[in-house]
């Protein structure tokens, strides 16, 4: 079975420095990667994903992820945070069965990231 | 306009009584999801409907009965709430997720369940 783990849960930067939230995932067959935003009080947002095709994919807000199968890790980048970036992340995996209409999102257990002036 | 709405926002209850939260959106998609957040963030799905039929199942305590009247809607009721019921429930929706083809999950705001 696939799961995710994020390696840390939180993490505190000062506002317009860079920032990495760590991802790995484990499964067996071919994943597709997402990254979700859930500010404070809010439900989830798509910040991002991996399906196919180059590893390196840029998602809202000037976030961006690599996708790398040999460390089987998918990372999350900016280069310079905002205040208003201060929000829980959480990295997901989702599997297809074989009849492909039937997944589910399997989530990592979130990292808090906290930008501070 | 709100596409995934769910409702009440905040529910707090007593041990042992019957209550259910309400999902709906109007996105026009055929898959709909229950996900439980607990206290340390930590979120699982619970149910996914597709067309109105139970496609995914976890391993949830049949008190909680998901039910679908119709594509735009998916209810949770839960019987005999229990302390260990305190959490963040977020509904979901997509398309259904073809062999060719990527369908986001847009969630819900969630509903802060409260068992005293």
């Known amino acids: 079975a696939q799961s995710v783990t994020q390696l840390d849960s939180q993490v505190p930067v000062f506002e317009e420095a860079p920032v990495e939230l760590r991802c790995n995932y484990s499964?067996?067959?071919?994943?597709?990667l997402f990254w979700y935003v859930q500010y404070p009080n809010q439900g989830l947002q798509l910040l991002l994903k991996?399906?196919?095709?180059?590893?390196l994919v840029k998602g809202i807000n000037g976030f961006e992820a690599e996708f790398n199968k040999s460390q089987t890790s998918f990372h999350l980048r900016k280069p310079s945070v905002h205040i208003s970036d201060t929000a829980e992340y959480f990295c997901?995996?989702?599997?297809?069965?074989?009849?492909?209409?039937?997944?589910?999102?399997?989530f990592g257990k979130g990292t808090l990231l906290t930008v501070n002036p | 306009d709100t596409a995934v709405s769910q409702t009440p926002k905040y529910l707090v209850t007593q041990m042992g009584n019957d209550k259910s939260i309400k999902c709906e959106q109007n996105?026009?998609?055929?898959?709909m999801y229950w996900y439980k957040q607990d206290s340390k963030k930590f979120l699982k799905i619970m149910f996914s409907?597709?067309?109105?039929?139970?496609?995914i199942n976890e391993t949830v305590p049949n008190r909680f009965s998901p039910k679908s009247p119709d594509k735009a809607h998916l209810n949770l009721h839960i019987n005999s709430l229990e302390l260990g019921d305190s959490a963040v429930y977020f509904c979901?929706?997509?398309?259904?997720?073809?062999?060719?083809?990527?369908?986001?999950?847009?969630f819900g705001p969630g509903t802060r369940l409260t068992v005293l």
């Open positions: 996105l026009g998609h055929d898959t």
């Open positions: 499964s067996s067959v071919s994943v597709y």
């Open positions: 979901a929706s997509s398309q259904v997720w073809t062999s060719s083809t990527y369908n986001e999950q847009f």
């Open positions: 991996y399906l196919s095709g180059s590893t």
């Open positions: 409907y597709n067309n109105k039929e139970l496609i």
């Open positions: 997901a995996v989702s599997v297809r069965n074989s009849g492909g209409s039937n997944y589910k999102l399997t």
